[in-house]
T-cell receptor
């Protein structure tokens, strides 16, 4: 029973273009969503989060959009940079301090 | 730099053995969570400790147990190791257990069970 799904295992984007990473969830109890970035041999690094009372949150080059009716969220990276190449995980939580339920991840490759 | 450290970085054990993994949380973070990340998958929640007591548990058997200490350190113990326990084990700390508090992860311990 996968409550959080990232259907694209990989994404390749040209430097300077927009990267869009998608995530779908099934648990209606989630009220908080987070995106983490993971480099090899490192733990996940927090990127950006959004509360279910919002539909958009922006932080520099990163914007997260939440569509609660579709149970869908997306992460937009503009402009994409080669250093953004990593595995991106979305996660849902009933509250952020409690259990995080992660998707399977999307590997982003930004080509120079 | 999250301030969360884990030891050891790598570990090889044999099926049936027991293992203890350690985590040092960021100062002031009284909540620690442990996750298991199998190859090619996202992290899966094992359990969470708040003020030295278990505060929630995922779908893991009782042979997975933990401890949290007053000095912001914690342990994950796994008994009777199985081949499927081979994974990256991550700990994450946060300032408190309620509210919109982000969890910050350590670099993980990679466990291989032969």
């Amino acid at each position: 029973d996968q409550q959080v799904k990232q259907n694209s295992p990989s994404l390749s984007v040209q430097e300077g273009r927009i990267s869009i990473l998608n995530c779908d969830y099934t648990n209606s109890m989630f009220d908080y969503f987070l995106w983490y970035k993971k480099y090899p041999a490192e733990g996940p690094t927090f990127l950006i989060s959004i509360s279910s009372i919002k539909d958009k949150n922006e932080d520099g080059r990163f914007t997260v959009f939440l569509n609660k009716s579709a149970k869908h969220l997306s992460l937009h990276i503009v402009p994409s940079q080669p250093g953004d190449s990593a595995v991106y995980f979305c996660a849902g939580a009933i509250s952020a301090g409690n259990m995080l339920t992660f998707g399977g991840g999307t590997r982003l490759m930004v080509k120079p | 730099e999250t301030g969360v450290t884990q030891s050891p970085t790598h570990l090889i054990k044999t099926r049936g053995q027991q293992v203890t993994l350690r985590c040092s949380s960021q100062s002031g973070h009284n909540t620690v969570s442990w996750y298991q990340q199998a190859l090619g998958q996202g992290p899966q929640f094992i359990f969470q400790y708040y003020r030295e007591e278990e505060n929630g548990r995922g779908n893991f058997p009782p042979r997975f147990s933990g401890l949290q200490f007053p000095n912001y350190s914690s342990e994950l113990n796994v008994n009777a190791l199985e081949l499927d326990d081979s994974a990256l084990y991550l700990c994450a700390s946060s300032p408190q257990t309620s509210g919109q508090e982000t969890q910050y992860f350590g670099p993980g311990t990679r466990l291989l069970v032969l």
